[in-house]
């Protein structure tokens, strides 16, 4: 069965990294027997400079139907005066919804070798593994009302709406739910329930589907502002946090920062399964398209990288193909290459393709 694989690199980096990343899927076709086919296509500026729009609708079709999208990185100043619905993030945003991705995941992992370039201490970050699942389609950022409207005098008033369903709140509580049980099997839910009803609510339909569902995961609760300090006071204490759109928003940067550069970090969006099993998933480095250094070869793959090593974990399921690539990325880094963003003293300096170069050699030797 081949599995199929769309590739959107997009603008700046983007293509860099990607090309990267197409020459780890080589290798697992041709080491592991991955059997996937590649398809490119253009999404952000390049498309926009193609056909008129970010995301073509036949792309959002190939994107429907793949097995997994690979992303790179969209924007740049050149767009920075197209129209509105034409700007390069469209056609990210419009992917995202269209594939109806609503869990976002984002791992904070620290790599040994990179635990000084926290800005906590060693011993602080070291070996962390976290992930947090994110809710991305509900929330404070869709709920409406949202408007502004003039009250007269000089007076006017912003409203947002925090909203969420028992199903949306069951449907990514399930998703953290089932990460765990492939992990440390604890999730920590977090709402500001205090405060808000729809925090009282998350904590209660978390917790009905815990004992429905999950009664062999460990459940803890956490008020958010709780969760931000102990992300930085002891954040090893956590394994999977599952939080709404808008804590998810911020926790999950926080927790990001604890592990280096943004050059490191990968994501995955995922969608609801269908009838056969198969969900929508989107897997993409959290960095964007890094325009001061495109072309310039200097970029940081392994974000990248290590969202393809996502997407052999949740869409594959090859959890030792995923092993293998997280120990390859390991194992470069302690022999200590370093691109730029990540370069200490006493390393050596290489650039996009070095890196990839490294990765693949490191993986054909850990592969035996
Ligand atoms: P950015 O992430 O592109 O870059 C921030 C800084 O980090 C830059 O100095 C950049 O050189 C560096 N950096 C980022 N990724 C790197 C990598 N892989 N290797 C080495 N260094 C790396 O953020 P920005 O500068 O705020 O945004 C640039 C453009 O990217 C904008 O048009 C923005 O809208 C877009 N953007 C896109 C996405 C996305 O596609 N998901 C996300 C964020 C920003």
């Not at 405060?195 to 803890?220: C, Q, T």
Request: aromatic letters at 6%; charged letters at 25%.
């Amino acid at each position: 069965m081949t599995r199929n694989i769309l590739i959107v690199a997009g603008d700046g980096i983007g293509p860099e990294v990607m090309g990267e990343v197409e020459r780890v899927i080589g290798w697992f076709n041709e080491k592991r027997g991955f059997d996937a086919s590649i398809e490119n296509e253009l999404v952000g500026g390049c498309c926009y400079d193609a056909h008129g729009v970010a995301v073509t609708d036949e792309t959002v079709e190939k994107a429907k139907k793949a097995d997994a999208v690979l992303l790179g990185a969209v924007g740049g100043p050149k767009w920075d005066n197209v129209p509105y619905e034409g700007r390069p993030e469209a056609g990210l945003l419009r992917l995202r919804k269209d594939l109806e991705l609503f869990a976002n995941l984002r791992p904070a992992l620290c790599f040994a070798a990179l635990a000084d370039a926290s800005s906590l201490k060693r011993e602080i970050v070291e070996g962390l593994d976290i992930m947090i699942v994110r809710e991305l389609t509900g929330g404070v950022y869709f709920g409406e009302p949202k408007e502004i409207t003039d009250l007269g005098n000089g007076e006017r008033r912003g409203v947002d709406t925090q909203v969420y369903t028992t199903s949306e709140i069951r449907r990514i509580a399930e998703v953290a739910f089932d990460l765990a049980k492939k992990r440390d099997n604890r999730v920590m839910s977090v709402e500001k329930r205090n405060v808000m009803k729809s925090g009282v609510l998350w904590y209660e339909e978390v917790k009905k589907l815990h004992g429905e569902k999950f009664a062999d995961v460990k459940l803890e609760h956490m008020l958010a502002d709780n969760c931000a300090m102990q992300l930085v006071r002891n954040p090893k204490q956590f394994d999977v946090i599952v939080t709404d759109n808008l804590f998810g928003d911020v926790l999950s940067d926080i927790a990001s920062m604890l592990t280096g550069s943004l050059g490191m970090l990968p994501s995955a969006s995922l969608g609801a399964k269908d009838a056969s099993g198969k969900a929508c998933a989107m897997y993409e480095p959290v960095h964007g398209s890094a325009p001061d250094i495109a072309g310039t070869g200097a970029a940081n793959p392994i974000a990248s990288i290590l969202s393809f090593a996502m997407a052999l974990r949740y869409t594959f399921e090859l959890g030792a193909d995923a092993d293998l690539l997280e120990k390859a990325v390991d194992t470069v880094l302690a022999d200590g290459l370093r691109t730029g963003d990540i370069m200490q003293p006493g390393m050596k300096k290489v650039g996009t393709k070095e890196m990839g170069d490294a990765i693949l050699a490191a993986l054909t030797k850990l592969n035996g």
